[in-house]
């Protein structure tokens, strides 16, 4: 004979209980001399609803499958299972094998010809009383939400940890992590260049691991709690009984607490992140671009070449000469062959030597004209835009002490450029992230 016991939370008054059931059922089992004890399966702080988690569960009834267990004793039915279908399905498939359950509360035995009848009755009423206590369960947390009482799961939280209140603590390694991320993004990089880089850095996030993905770091640049704010009830569950959650959008209340915690980043940087990644989307939208962020290490201009005839970006190519010297990287505009049979935009291509040459250029006559620009930025720092007086700040930080440059810089580029749009042959426009314009005749290339 096997016994099984589950209870319900990891309240302490709970945990003795389940406590109290392992010592209860090895004490019965040992005590009949016609038992023999198979062993004692027990689920600690695991919901009943369902037996997709429960370990211990599971393995009993593999267990059952393998021969080592003729009978189980359980203390009830909304011990063993308040799903009646898992309860039904799972008897039947034991009584098949021969082996009966023995529910203690109920006294029911399933070998016994009415206690089937009588299961079907009594685990009805268990699954009720579970989805009575889920709708429960629920009113209190939405009502501790309206009184701005925040519930986080931290486990999953780069930042954070809780302290033994509960209340969310800074992690003072991981915090440096998510500044990083926000500072790099308004830095210029995109969301999939920091995954990669923290990467390369070996640099670990909240689960040990140093394995990133793009959609990880919009998800940290989004969201609120690093503010020191929290908008609770995101998702919520749709069947008490499948645990299934889904996002909210709209059918239950949500709760906006501001100020709920320390935070990471302060509102003027996360605010001036949101307004960036808005930009961006906005660009890439215009341009007609399938993602918002394109340039990376190795290829920083991709995304930022626009064409001055139809709008579109450019993309790069390689064109192969007989030997390496005549090897050279071109940019065409990819509405020229956007349908097939049907010519396109007939924007000439153009050199990627004479897109970096007209970045030098540009930043070169910022520094010969540092004062012009000096004095246009502090203006800046007075803007309704959390975004504009951030690019102010950083731009007047960048030029403070700048020096003419000769080769083509990365992260200058990626901080102070919105886009390079190329003109017939004729001309590149490029636009700083300021919304100033600065010209650059090819025919000087």
């Avoid at 070996?202 to 929290?230: F, R």
């Amino acid at each position: 004979m096997a016994a099984y016991c589950r209870v319900s939370t990891d309240q302490l008054e709970q945990l003795s209980s389940y406590e109290a059931q392992v010592n209860y059922y090895t004490n019965y089992i040992n005590g009949h001399p016609d038992y023999e004890c198979a062993g004692i399966y027990a689920d600690e702080g695991i919901s009943g609803t369902n037996t997709k988690k429960r370990e211990q569960f599971n393995k009993m009834i593999e267990d059952c499958k393998a021969g080592k267990i003729h009978m189980i004793i359980t203390k009830s039915i909304s011990r063993f299972a308040r799903n009646t279908l898992d309860t039904l399905n799972y008897v039947r498939t034991l009584k098949e094998l021969g082996i009966g359950v023995i529910f203690e509360k109920e006294n029911i035995n399933t070998l016994d010809s009415k206690g089937e009848v009588l299961l079907t009755i009594l685990s009805s009423l268990a699954q009720e009383e579970s989805n009575n206590l889920s709708q429960v369960s629920t009113w209190g947390i939405r009502r501790r939400f309206e009184q701005g009482k925040v519930t986080i799961n931290e486990k999953k939280f780069l930042g954070y940890d809780k302290d033994a209140n509960g209340n969310l603590i800074i992690n003072k390694k991981q915090a440096k992590i998510v500044r990083k991320i926000y500072k790099d993004y308004l830095d210029g990089k995109g969301a999939n260049r920091i995954a990669r880089s923290l990467e390369e850095e070996k640099i670990q996030g909240w689960n040990g691991k140093s394995k990133w993905y793009e959609s990880t770091i919009s998800s940290i640049l989004s969201n609120e709690k690093y503010k020191g704010d929290a908008l609770l009830q995101k998702t919520y569950t749709v069947d008490f009984l499948t645990k299934k959650r889904v996002e909210n959008k709209g059918e239950v209340p949500q709760y906006y607490v501001e100020d709920s915690h320390e935070a990471i980043i302060d509102k003027e940087m996360w605010e001036a992140v949101q307004l960036e990644m808005e930009r961006r989307r906005a660009f890439a939208e215009k341009h007609k671009l399938q993602k918002t962020d394109h340039g990376l290490k190795d290829n920083p201009l991709a995304g930022k070449i626009i064409c001055g005839n139809c709008g579109r970006a450019f993309g790069r190519r390689t064109w192969k000469g007989t030997n390496e010297i005549l090897k050279r990287k071109v940019w065409f505009c990819n509405g020229r062959y956007e349908e097939k049979g049907i010519k396109g935009c007939d924007n000439k291509h153009i050199d990627d030597r004479v897109l970096n040459q007209a970045f030098v250029d540009t930043f070169n006559a910022m520094i010969e004209n540092k004062d012009y620009f000096i004095e246009k930025w502090k203006v800046n720092l007075e803007s309704e835009s959390a975004l504009v007086r951030y690019k102010a700040k950083q731009f007047l930080k960048i030029i403070d002490k700048a020096e003419s440059i000769k080769e083509f810089e990365v992260n200058l580029f990626f901080r102070l450029i919105e886009k390079m749009t190329a003109f017939e042959g004729e001309k590149i426009i490029v636009s700083l992230l300021d919304g100033t314009e600065i010209e650059c005749e090819l025919g000087h290339y």
